[in-house]
T-cell receptor, first 111, second 117 residues
């Protein structure tokens, strides 16, 4: 079973625009992570935000976490063609060793 | 340094055959995870090793699935009597520490795409 749901399922934007993806989850979490997956590089960790954090930045990435709404967003600024990929959120809970993943948002950056 | 490697990259099996999928984690990484990813979906947790100890196998879908990591490094995921619903990409990930999935970054291998005919 998958805990997270990404929204939208697919997103197509022009290069240079910002892309925002959302993730909702069902149970209390320790941490939430965002990953990128493309055919060239497989699954790559992007950023981790802890349950007591509200916002985190890494380069062109900005992640927010709202534990009251059980949701997170990933913003990619000034998108590039190389950002074309599927983006997944994954959550972990204190009680086990599992990462629970959403179904992903497929992002296409048009040149 | 080398990343996580998996072999074979592609495997085609006839229904009922046994398959073995190998994962070579990053040297020195304590934690090793196996995931199953169906087309168009996110990965689903299968099992977790801390060194050679299998601490969580709750995600294995049936008793046809078996994983081992006997010396705390290389791991093998074995699927017996494969079924068509086993067709998926099987991903292996490793992380440095043994403190659970969110404590350390997981590094993923390229996956093995299994097709069961």
């Amino acid at each position: 079973s998958q805990q997270g749901e990404e929204d939208p399922q697919a997103l197509s934007i022009q290069e240079g625009e910002n892309a925002t993806m959302n993730c909702s989850y069902k149970t209390s979490i320790n941490n939430l992570q965002w990953y990128r997956q493309n055919s060239g590089r497989g699954l790559v960790h992007l950023i981790l935000i802890r349950s007591n954090e509200r916002e985190k930045h890494s380069g062109r990435l900005r992640v927010t976490l709202d534990t009251s709404k059980k949701s997170s967003s990933l913003l990619i600024t000034a998108s590039r063609a190389a950002d074309t990929a599927s983006y997944f959120c994954a959550t972990d809970m204190d009680s086990n060793y599992q990462l629970i993943w959403g179904a992903g948002t497929k992002l296409i950056i048009k040149p | 340094g080398a990343g996580v490697s998996q072999s074979p990259r592609y495997k085609v099996a006839k229904r009922g055959q046994d398959v073995a999928l190998r994962c070579d984690p990053i040297s020195g990484h304590v934690s090793l995870f196996w995931y199953q990813q169906a087309l168009g979906q996110g990965p689903e947790f299968l099992t977790y090793f801390q060194n050679e100890a299998q601490l969580d196998k709750s995600g294995l879908p049936s008793d046809r699935f078996f994983a081992e990591r006997p010396e705390g490094s290389v791991s093998t995921l074995k699927i017996q009597r494969t079924q068509q619903e086993d067709s998926a990409v099987y991903l292996c990930a490793s992380s440095l520490g043994g403190r659970g999935p969110g404590a350390d970054t997981q590094y993923f291998g390229p996956g093995t795409r299994l097709t069961v005919l």
